[in-house]
């Protein structure tokens, strides 16, 4: 399988990481924060300008990988929007999905729609559902909004969510490799720099091959979407690897910066922070790998690997 990606879809993911940069980066999730009208008048005026809403997934591989770039260049900037909940709602901006625990029904962003299409990990239950009030303006998750569930929905195929999800960890990863790598070229200690360290050495290097492979799985589950069936399994799947990944990640990532990396004033504490709706919501990563079980022992698991071979 080819996995390098068509000219369409890096040319769109390079003009949308031009206009993030131009707004600002994460500078701009820092100010949404202290300004949350930003997100109207600013980040969803600049999706429009981009075309990002016509991006219909499923429509055709290649929009759907131009969607999947979108969203990773959403998330080196740690783009305020809930971006990969409207790309993959089959209503679009009308009602975007929201992964949710029933028990605690809730969405990132869900203050900015007033109907929301609120569906379990698995897809088997959903609801329609409205915003039960304003964001709990929690550190984990600035603007994650409690969410009333109506009328039951039926089904929903949330694989698409949970790929494109997925896509929007990375470019988070990503940019904190990035912010690592300038820290410990530039950071002098005991007469140079940190990156002369063998220990540092090691825990970049990790770093870097934890955000490789997270690119290469992306890349493929994203291109199994143009083979017919279920594709749950492959976007669990996904999910765990990405879910797991960028809690190690993450971890050393602050771990390198030290004490900086936790101040607002710094890009990686916003990268942090934007990113754990996705990790925790509506469930981390042991109860995901449940939900992956469950979902290979009723569908079967499409592997490099034959049973026989590995022994079942």
């Not at 990375?170 to 410990?184: I, K, R």
Request: hydrophobic content about 45%.
């Amino acid at each position: 399988m080819n996995l390098e990606l068509p000219d369409v879809a890096v040319e769109f993911g390079a003009s949308a990481n031009r206009a993030f940069l131009g707004a600002g980066g994460v500078d701009l999730a820092r100010r949404v924060e202290a300004e949350p009208d930003l997100r109207t008048s600013v980040v969803t005026s600049l999706l429009d300008d981009l075309g990002a809403f016509d991006l219909a997934l499923n429509s055709d591989p290649e929009t759907d990988l131009a969607a999947g770039e979108l969203c990773r260049v959403a998330g080196r900037s740690a783009l305020p929007y809930p971006l990969a909940a409207t790309l993959a709602s089959p209503d679009g901006r009308d009602r975007p999905v929201a992964l949710v625990a029933p028990s605690v029904p809730r969405a990132d962003h869900g203050d900015l729609f007033a109907a929301w299409r609120a569906t379990t990990l698995d897809g088997s239950q959903s609801w329609d559902a409205a915003p039960a009030g304003t964001p709990l303006g929690t550190k984990l998750g600035p603007f994650v909004t409690d969410l009333h569930l109506a009328s039951e929905l039926g089904p929903t195929d949330v694989s698409g969510y949970l790929t494109l999800a997925a896509w929007q960890l990375l470019g988070t990863l990503e940019q904190a490799l990035d912010l690592v790598v300038d820290h410990v070229t530039s950071r002098q200690q005991f007469g140079g720099p940190l990156s002369v360290f063998q220990s540092v050495q090691f825990q970049v290097a990790d770093i870097a091959v934890g955000v490789h492979s997270l690119r290469e799985l992306a890349r493929f589950t994203m291109a199994r979407r143009s083979r017919p069936g279920d594709h749950l399994v492959d976007a669990l799947a996904l999910r765990v690897h990405a879910t797991d990944t960028a809690t190690q990640v993450l971890r050393a990532c602050h771990q390198l910066h030290g004490a900086i990396g936790l101040c607002q004033e710094h890009d990686l504490s916003i990268l942090s922070r934007h990113a754990q709706p996705t990790l925790r919501q509506p469930a981390g990563l042991e109860a995901t790998t449940e939900h992956l079980l469950a979902a290979i022992e009723a569908s079967g698991f499409d592997s490099l690997f034959s049973a026989a071979r590995m022994g079942a």
